[in-house]
């Protein structure tokens, strides 16, 4: 009987590269990667929407042993996935902003009430500078994982970092006047 070649099965060593295996890929990350995606988009909707996209198209490649480290792959799928939406919705995602930027009835200061808050001045930033405040501080990854995971420059991310915290800053400030 001829010998068939087997992929290999980088991060699960035991399970088989199928439908259960991924099944559990995305138990062990769907948490993980669905918060990433809200705090790019800041919308529980749309994250989910993202989450789901990004697990549906590392589904090949994981499958065919492509990926090495499956969180990874997933952030850079989700980050892939927010910037082409960005790309083609320019007119939903101002409508987006005009809508969270609308006060909130009712006004007693919560964690949920700061949790929003940032969401907020998160959602003034450009695009890069908000990837790189949720990769560093939110998901707390190193300024060598930040950069791996967006495609840029360590130096980069330390200067995006620098010029995204001042405007979180003012945005924050100018939202308790």
Not at 76 to 94: D, G, H, Y
């Amino acid at each position: 009987m001829r010998e068939v070649a087997r992929v290999p099965t980088v991060g699960l060593p035991t399970a088989r590269r199928d439908r259960e295996g991924y099944a559990a890929v995305f138990a062990a990350h769907r948490v993980p990667v669905l918060r990433f995606a809200y705090l790019l988009v800041g919308n529980q909707h749309v994250a989910e929407e993202v989450t789901a996209e990004a697990f549906a198209r590392v589904w090949p490649h994981w499958r065919a042993g492509r990926v090495e480290d499956e969180r990874t792959y997933l952030r850079k799928a989700v980050v892939n996935e927010v910037r082409s939406r960005w790309r083609r919705r320019a007119l939903e995602r101002r409508e987006e902003e005009r809508r969270r930027r609308d006060p909130e009835a009712g006004g007693e200061e919560s964690r949920g009430a700061e949790h929003d808050r940032i969401v907020r001045a998160l959602a003034t930033l450009p695009e890069e500078q908000r990837a790189v405040v949720v990769l560093r501080f939110l998901e707390d990854l190193s300024l060598n994982e930040t950069a791996a995971v967006l495609g840029l420059r360590t130096g980069t991310v330390k200067s995006k970092s620098a010029r995204a915290l001042e405007r979180l800053r003012a945005a924050l400030v100018e939202e308790d006047r």
